[in-house]
T-cell receptor, first 114, second 111 residues
Framework: DTEVTQTPKHLVMGMTNKKSLKCEQH?????MYWYKQKAKKPPELMFV???????INESVPSRFSPECPNSSLLNLHLHALQPEDSALYLC?????????????FGQGTRLTVV | EDQVTQSPEALRLQEGESSSLNCSYT??????LFWYRQDPGKGPEFLFT???AGEEKEKERLKATLTKKESFLHITAPKPEDSATYLC????????????FGTGTRLKVLA
């Protein structure tokens, strides 16, 4: 099973709202990732968690707050977003951050900020 | 700085018309090169991992090859259902082990 599950699939939120994106994997992977993807662009790395600790933050604005409660779960908390934050948000996992192996992606959350 | 360039940006093929997609990379110590397929509005679907020059992987109508500077994704006798964006990513030995993505090739196969 190479499944990464993301919820919700679609989310519409106002600029004053607080919402969370969720990601789950049961492959025993110890690295988990958040990516942002705009139309016709490649995925853009936001955060990397390795063994439940934040390993990489690609200078993401503080209105995006990641959380890794355990080795299977990854959350992305959203607050006071801007319309330009509308995008497809992708979660991925891999065996380990330096394991030379492929990452598996979820189906994404399509976020629209109004 | 690690870099990945994919060409062409877009490709239209007739059903059955074989072709190749290119992924050129510059990376300090290649740890892996990965091919993904992405359908509109969906997450990337993993296809292949290649580790060293000369390596080849096959799956149905797709075959991925690797040299020291580039990788090719060969599509033999494509079908309309092969229409998608194909992404290439590399992981280098820079210390952070990030996946660096190319901008993709949008493939359209016409019936």
């Amino acid at each position: 099973d190479t499944e990464v599950t993301q919820t919700p699939k679609h989310l519409v939120m106002g600029m004053t709202n607080k919402k969370s994106l969720k990601c789950e994997q049961h492959m025993g992977h110890r690295a988990m990732y958040w990516y942002k993807q705009k139309a016709k662009k490649p995925p853009e790395l936001m955060f990397v968690y390795s063994y439940e600790k934040l390993s990489i933050n690609e200078s993401v604005p503080s209105r995006f707050s990641p959380e890794c409660p355990n080795s299977s779960l990854l959350n992305l908390h959203l607050h006071a977003l801007q319309p330009e934050d509308s995008a497809l948000y992708l979660c991925a996992s891999s065996l380990g951050q330096g394991a030379n192996t492929e990452a598996f992606f979820g189906q994404g959350t399509r976020l629209t900020v109004v | 700085e690690d870099q990945v360039t994919q060409s062409p940006e877009a490709l239209r093929l007739q059903e059955g018309e074989s072709s190749s997609l290119n992924c050129s990379y510059t990376v300090s110590g290649l740890r892996g090169l990965f091919w993904y397929r992405q359908d509109p509005g969906k997450g990337p679907e993993f296809l292949f991992t290649l580790y060293s020059a000369g390596e080849e992987k096959e799956k149905e109508r797709l075959k991925a090859t690797l040299t020291k500077k580039e990788s090719f994704l060969h599509i033999t006798a494509p079908k309309p259902e092969d229409s998608a964006t194909y992404l290439c990513a590399v992981q280098g030995a820079s210390g952070t082990y990030k996946y660096i993505f190319g901008t993709g090739t949008r493939l359209k196969v016409l019936a």
